[in-house]
């Protein structure tokens, strides 16, 4: 089941612009798959962004970071969520 559903098995598919953020510290997701995921979209041509952070787990909790992550977010989402004029 595992390999009937990876990601990786659609990878051709991608075009959705996409921002990922992953902690190294997030013990439900190994960083790897979130550098698989970056590598794969940038292989592809998506448009896409990382934000690493070396110190964070799962959640974004360090007020620094926290304040990174709204910025980013926030700008990502701008970008794409433009009202046509």
Known sequence: ????????NFVKNFNTPMLVVHGEMDYRVPVTEGLQLFTA???MGVDSKLLYFPDEGHWVLKPQNSE???HTV???LGKYLKPNS
């Open 74 to 76: 926030l700008d990502w």
């Open 41 to 43: 979209l940038q292989r």
């Open 1 to 8: 089941m595992y390999e009937h559903w990876s990601p990786s």
């Open 68 to 70: 990174l992550w709204y």
